[in-house]
């Protein structure tokens, strides 16, 4: 893993995604719970967003010809609806009837966004980058980790 960029954003994937059964198996009443998984998602998805859109989408879009631009561009554009939802999160509060809703958005949003990153772009990744940049970004992307941890 540690010289493998989609290993990197899948081991993300996948802490957000238990993060979000977590979240899913909460009662009603579980407001002080729902608020600290809200802000553990917050924190996750904001530095795997920023990872991403600083050292993986720009060395993506120089391996890519244009039609794989595409899902590029995509992924960009979806990480600024989740962000939205983010900044939503961080100043309502679980007892509010927007919270739910937004936190269920934000979930659907992120599993269509995982789905395609890593059925398509990160295959796609895999073929056309080459192997010294993808160890290049990989070591940058733990060290960037590391710095926001």
Known sequence: MENDPA??????????????KEYE???????????????????????????????????FKDAFV??????????????????????KLKVLQPEDEEFGASMM????????HVKE???????AVEKKVAPQTLEEMAAEMLEFKEARA
């Open 105 to 112: 958005v934000l979930m659907e949003q992120i599993r269509h």
């Open 25 to 59: 198996g909460l009662g009603d009443r579980a407001h002080v719970t729902k608020r600290e998984i809200a802000d553990q998602v917050i924190k996750e998805l904001t530095v795997h967003a920023e990872m991403e859109e600083q050292l993986c989408y720009p060395r």
């Open 66 to 87: 244009k039609e794989d631009d595409k899902m590029v561009d995509e992924a960009y554009v979806e990480h600024q609806g989740a962000k939205m939802l983010l900044e």
């Open 7 to 20: 290993a990197i954003i899948k081991e993300d994937h996948r802490k957000v995604e238990a993060l979000f």
């Open 117 to 123: 990153e890593e059925n398509e772009l990160l295959p």
